[in-house]
């Protein structure tokens, strides 16, 4: 009887050293979901239509605006919201960032508010038509889409790309177009008004043909980090396994101990 007791002890010691040595995933591990799920500002949803990936927005405001009140609801509601820069809004342009710290306090995002305080006249920086030859946008152009993907031929080392502004005035300047060598490229093309202050970008994910185009809006947790947790949780599925089959030996061996004894007397 004393050795089952002692092999019970030696198991369960095991055990111990294995869950020490291994990381476990608790139900309960903090979130780290940074992104936010909307943008509102003085009351109203934003303009252009909020988009979880698309991180920067431009808008106007007459001159006689001092300060936005903007609000910012997480995807997680545990995790913490920043806002900076929209008070004391000056002629021109004003940057507004909303930082966004998940519940981990690691992962972390920005989100960008370009507003131009000034005549609306001047501070048109949005893009009318995006025309790329033999390669199609993905999604279809819309000025308040930002974010964009295509396919071209893979024997291009340049591509032809013509931005079309909404104001004939605003100047257009397309960065990241030569020298296509790497299968996936990223391009951008960078809108200035009138004013010289208000600045639009737009961003294109070049990849050569036979790849696979990724999301443009592309935030997927990196694959490592589901493995990692994945391995964890069937690290402790299977030690739970191994406890209760060490268990379940030792009752089974007291039994039939038990059991020897009772016929022998």
Same mark, same amino acid.
């Given at each position: 009887?004393?050795?089952?007791? $002692?092999?019970?002890?030696?198991?369960?010691?095991?055990?111990?050293? =294995? #869950?020490?040595?291994?990381?476990?995933?608790?139900?309960?591990?903090?979130?780290?979901?940074?992104?936010?799920?909307?943008?509102?500002?003085?009351?109203?949803?934003?303009? &252009?239509?909020?988009?979880?990936?698309?991180?920067?927005?431009?808008?106007?405001?007459?001159?006689?605006?001092?300060?936005?009140?903007?609000?910012?609801?997480?995807? +997680?509601?545990?995790?913490?919201?920043?806002?900076?820069?929209?008070?004391? #809004?000056?002629?021109? $342009?004003?940057?507004? %960032?909303?930082?966004? *710290?998940?519940?981990?306090?690691?992962?972390?995002?920005?989100?960008?508010?370009?507003? *131009?305080?000034?005549?609306?006249?001047?501070?048109?920086?949005?893009?009318?038509?995006?025309?790329?030859?033999?390669?199609? #946008?993905? &999604?279809?152009?819309?000025?308040?889409?930002?974010?964009?993907?295509?396919?071209? &031929?893979?024997?291009? !080392?340049?591509?032809?790309?013509?931005?079309?502004?909404?104001?004939?005035?605003?100047?257009? %300047?397309?960065?990241?177009?030569?020298?296509?060598?790497?299968?996936?490229?990223?391009?951008?093309?960078?809108?200035?008004?009138? +004013?010289?202050?208000?600045?639009?970008?737009?961003?294109?994910?070049?990849?050569?043909?036979?790849?696979?185009?990724?999301?443009?809006?592309?935030? !997927?947790?990196?694959?490592?980090?589901? %493995?990692?947790?994945?391995?964890?949780?069937?690290?402790?599925?299977?030690?739970?396994?191994?406890?209760?089959?060490?268990?379940?030996? =030792?009752?089974?061996?007291?039994?039939?101990?038990? $059991?020897?004894?009772?016929?022998?007397?």
């Amino acid at each position: 009887m004393k050795s089952k007791v $002692r092999f019970l002890c030696i198991i369960i010691s095991a055990i111990i050293s =294995v #869950l020490t040595y291994y990381p476990i995933v608790n139900a309960e591990a903090k979130n780290n979901n940074p992104m936010l799920k909307d943008i509102k500002i003085d009351g109203n949803s934003i303009e &252009p239509k909020f988009e979880m990936f698309t991180t920067e927005y431009v808008l106007t405001v007459g001159e006689e605006v001092e300060k936005i009140n903007v609000e910012a609801f997480p995807d +997680d509601e545990k995790a913490k919201v920043e806002i900076k820069g929209n008070t004391a #809004l000056k002629s021109g $342009r004003n940057e507004i %960032e909303i930082q966004v *710290t998940a519940e981990d306090g690691q992962a972390k995002q920005s989100y960008f508010l370009y507003i *131009t305080k000034g005549n609306s006249d001047e501070t048109n920086a949005n893009l009318k038509q995006i025309n790329i030859k033999n390669a199609e #946008l993905a &999604p279809n152009f819309d000025k308040d889409t930002i974010n964009y993907a295509f396919v071209y &031929p893979k024997d291009l !080392e340049q591509l032809e790309i013509e931005a079309l502004p909404e104001d004939e005035g605003a100047k257009v %300047e397309v960065i990241g177009n030569e020298n296509l060598k790497e299968a996936s490229q990223k391009i951008e093309i960078k809108v200035t008004a009138k +004013d010289g202050e208000t600045v639009k970008n737009y961003y294109l994910i070049a990849k050569k043909e036979g790849m696979e185009v990724e999301s443009p809006e592309g935030n !997927e947790p990196p694959p490592e980090e589901n %493995e990692q947790e994945e391995t964890s949780k069937g690290n402790s599925a299977t030690i739970v396994i191994i406890i209760a089959i060490a268990i379940g030996l =030792v009752l089974i061996e007291i039994m039939i101990e038990r $059991r020897k004894k009772k016929n022998e007397k």
